[in-house]
């Protein structure tokens, strides 16, 4: 973020205001290379699929991974709204346990 005088002294040279409108205003994330198991239904994972491969373009996915990523976030932003007063969750973030549930 520019300082009040840096962002003065920007807009009055056309090439630093262009090279500051080229920086990303958060960087991306670098993906973790770790693979995650996850079981999902079979039905819910086509209609996953077809969705992502009808709107990938109109959506900006780079790929399925960034698709369930974006998935992922905005369930988090959701029950953050509903059941934490729109807070990010605290806590220890430990692996969660291993396996497949015993029932549903």
């Known amino acids: 973020m520019l300082l009040k005088e840096n962002r003065d002294a920007a807009t009055a040279d056309p090439a630093a205001e262009m090279l500051a409108a080229q920086q990303p205003a958060e960087p991306e994330k670098k993906p ?16 996953a699929r077809l969705a992502f ?37 605290e806590g220890e973030d430990k692996p969660l346990p291993p396996g497949r549930p015993l029932a549903d």
Request: net charge neutral; proline share 4%; hydrophobic share 35%.
């Open 32 to 47: 973790s290379n770790k693979p995650t198991t996850v079981y999902i239904a079979p039905d819910v994972l086509k209609e």
């Open 53 to 89: 491969k009808a709107t990938q373009s109109a959506e900006a996915d780079r790929n399925w991974s960034h698709f369930v990523e974006k998935a992922l976030a905005d369930a988090t932003q959701r029950r953050a709204a509903q059941h934490n007063d729109g807070n990010a969750f």
